[in-house]
C-alpha cells in the first residue's frame, strides 16, 4: 500500500518560515517526480512546486516563487518544501503528490496569522 505521510505543519507568524516534510512508503520513491499541491476548503487545487525524481531539477508557481523550495531525499524516501516569508494568503492545506497525481498524502494545515 503506498502512503504518502506530511508533517511540519502548524501555526505560524506573517514574515516566517516553515518545513513541510512527505515521507513516502509502499513505493519506488526514487522513481518518482514529486509535487507539493495546496487546496483550501471550497477552492480549487494549486500547484505550488514539483522536483524530478533525482531531484536536479525543481520548479515553483508564481506564487510561491522566491519564498519556497522543493527538495527531496532520495535515501530517506522523504520529500520536503521549505517556505519562508509567509504570507496570510498561503494559509491552506498543503498535500504531497506523486508529480501525475497518482498517490496523495492527508495534507498538513498551514495557518499564517498574527
Known amino acids: 500500500e503506498v502512503q504518502l505521510a506530511e508533517s511540519g505543519g502548524g501555526l505560524v507568524q506573517p514574515g516566517g518560515s516553515l518545513r513541510l516534510s512527505c515521507v513516502a512508503s509502499?513505493?519506488?520513491?526514487?522513481?518518482?517526480?514529486m509535487s507539493w499541491v495546496r487546496q483550501a476548503p471550497g477552492k480549487g487545487r494549486e500547484w505550488v512546486s514539483a522536483i524530478t525524481n533525482s531531484g536536479f531539477s525543481t520548479s515553483h508557481a508564481h506564487s510561491v516563487e522566491g519564498r519556497a523550495t522543493i527538495s527531496r531525499y532520495n535515501a530517506k524516501n522523504t520529500l520536503y518544501l521549505q517556505m519562508n516569508s509567509l504570507k496570510t494568503e498561503d494559509t491552506t492545506v498543503y498535500y504531497c503528490?506523486?508529480?501525475?497525481?497518482?498517490?496523495w498524502g492527508q495534507g498538513t494545515q498551514v495557518t499564517v496569522s498574527s
Open positions: 503528490t506523486t508529480y501525475h497525481y497518482d498517490y
Open positions: 509502499g513505493l519506488t520513491f526514487s522513481s518518482y517526480a
